[in-house]
């Protein structure tokens, strides 16, 4: 019997945020991440202080695209570059960049 996904909680969420910005700083590298829940809504934030203001848009774009999608945000590259498909992506909250 498979096992189900741990809920969601903002206790996890924040853990998460947490051992993010750790495996970043032990690389350091200051980030920012968000964590959404599965209808794309922030539940936990945090930006380093080394990382750059147009990080937050990244970071919530990038969350919100993987839960959208149910793939990484990294998959939209290949969308991104068909031409066939790029143009769906403008005027969108799809960010085809790692990390979501």
Wanted: proline content about 4%; hydrophobic content about 55%; some cysteine.
């Amino acid at each position: 019997m498979a096992s189900s996904p741990a809920k969601l909680t903002l206790a996890l969420a924040e853990r998460l945020c947490a051992e993010a910005a750790a495996a970043a700083d032990a690389i350091g590298f200051g980030a920012t991440v968000a964590v959404v829940d599965a209808g794309g809504h922030l539940v936990a934030f945090r930006r380093d202080d080394r990382a750059g203001f147009v990080t937050v848009t990244v970071a919530q774009r990038k969350a919100w695209t993987a839960a959208a999608a149910g793939m990484p945000s990294a998959q939209w590259n290949a969308f991104a570059a068909d031409p066939d498909i790029a143009p769906i992506l403008h005027g969108t909250n799809i960010m085809a960049v790692a990390g979501g």
